[in-house]
């Protein structure tokens, strides 16, 4: 799967953002997709993830209730929507796709098996 974001750009905090993901090469609908993000000197983090189908959703503690993931199935392409955003929230943001089929999965690292490029978010206070 050869994955594409963008999207990223500069906001003031309190604003909104959606990123894109468009996927290619493979059945996108085999694949559970999901956002990480890395700030400067950090490690790269969990932010959210869907399932295959669509029917399920997973979201990191700091960004639940702000942030909401969605896939369309007929571009192909992944979205979080980006809502209330905080300095806290500057980062690259990155998409990723893997089979995964448990619950518990979804937030490990370890399962994604196709990466974007990253796009940069930058909120500013």
């Known amino acids: 799967v050869q994955l594409q974001a963008s999207g990223g750009g500069l906001v003031q905090a309190g604003g909104s953002l959606r990123l894109s993901c468009a996927a290619s090469?493979?059945?996108?609908?085999?694949?559970?997709l999901a956002w990480f993000r890395q700030a400067p000197g950090k490690e790269r983090d969990f932010v959210a993830a869907?399932?295959?189908?669509?029917?399920?959703?997973y979201y990191a503690d700091s960004v639940r209730g702000r942030f909401t993931v969605s896939r369309d199935g007929a571009k192909n392409t992944v979205y979080p929507q980006m809502n209330s955003l905080k300095p806290e929230d500057t980062a690259v943001y990155y998409c990723?796709?893997?089979?995964?089929?448990?619950?518990?999965?979804?937030?490990?690292?370890?399962?994604?098996?196709?990466w974007g490029q990253g796009t940069l978010v930058t909120v500013s206070s």
């Open positions: 869907i399932s295959r189908g669509g029917g399920m959703t």
């Open positions: 990723a796709a893997g089979q995964i089929y448990a619950s518990s999965r979804y937030r490990d690292i370890r399962e994604y098996d196709f």
């Open positions: 090469g493979r059945t996108f609908s085999n694949y559970a």
